[in-house]
């Protein structure tokens, strides 16, 4: 399967959200980001697919966002080959519709078939705390990733390293920015809670978000969905890859760099 770049401009953006490292918070990344996107564009123009056993995404998802396309394809040694083949019949028949988006939480593990995939895909989002063992791990994804880009020279997926469970008040991000430095990643916005990003999905969301002792979460909630949007959905990622400069790059920091405003 290969996109050309009509299909990046007009048509429906896939998005992965991937770690080989277990715990760095996929699930609650893809549950945020769906969320986050109801309050950009129609709901029944977000298609999540849960290809993690645990069910966490669709569960959450069922109960809080019924009116988003939620589709559950457990990747796993049984199923592999098969819910690796659904996942892209999926992606593929969303491919030409403008404005659509699929997002696809998958599973920790190393399994090619599914990196390879990931690698047909418009956009990586890349979780990871700011701990060595995740860190480590994380590296060695992204590293897989640039050698499937070179290995087709292709510029997708663009990945976006996610830094999650960021304490409050951080402001250094050097630790990770020299051990990505040698890839061509960007930053994304830093998310400091994911324990109380989670917390909206617990029956009473709405309560919940809009409790200013909440304030930090929401604002993290709101800051994601607008970098989403502008970057991702609208395009600016490929802005910035068309750079002449934009090898120089490797890691950019967004909230450095760019207004979202």
């Excluded at 123009?45 to 056993?53: E, M, Q, S």
């Excluded at 920015?177 to 998310?191: E, Q, W």
């Amino acid at each position: 399967m290969s996109y050309s770049k009509d299909y990046i401009k007009n048509g429906a953006k896939s998005i992965f959200v991937a770690n080989v490292k277990g715990g760095v918070g996929k699930s609650t990344l893809t549950i945020m980001l769906a969320r986050a996107l109801t309050s950009k564009m129609a709901p029944e123009k977000i298609t999540v697919i849960d290809t993690d056993l645990q069910r966490t995404t669709t569960e959450f998802l069922t109960a809080s966002n019924p009116e988003i396309n939620i589709e559950f394809l457990p990747i796993t040694s049984t199923f592999e080959n098969t819910n690796i083949s659904l996942v892209q019949q999926f992606i593929k028949q969303n491919m030409f519709k403008t404005g659509h988006v699929v997002i696809i939480d998958t599973p920790a593990g190393t399994s090619q078939r599914l990196w390879n995939l990931v690698g047909e895909s418009y956009c990586v989002l890349i979780p990871t705390s700011l701990s060595n063992a995740d860190l480590a791990p994380t590296e060695s994804f992204i590293r897989s990733m640039d050698k499937i880009k070179a290995r087709y020279q292709k510029i997708y997926p663009h990945l976006v390293v996610c830094p999650n469970r960021i304490p409050f008040g951080q402001k250094d991000f050097s630790i990770m920015g020299r051990r990505l430095k040698n890839h061509d990643v960007v930053i994304g916005p830093a998310i400091r809670d994911l324990a109380s990003v989670r917390h909206f999905y617990n029956g009473k969301f709405q309560k919940d978000f809009d409790n200013k002792n909440n304030k930090n979460a929401k604002e993290d909630f709101t800051q994601f969905a607008s970098f989403i949007d502008k970057f991702v959905l609208k395009g600016e990622l490929d802005k910035l890859y068309s750079e002449e400069n934009h090898e120089a790059m490797n890691v950019l920091p967004f909230e450095k760099k760019n207004n979202l405003k």
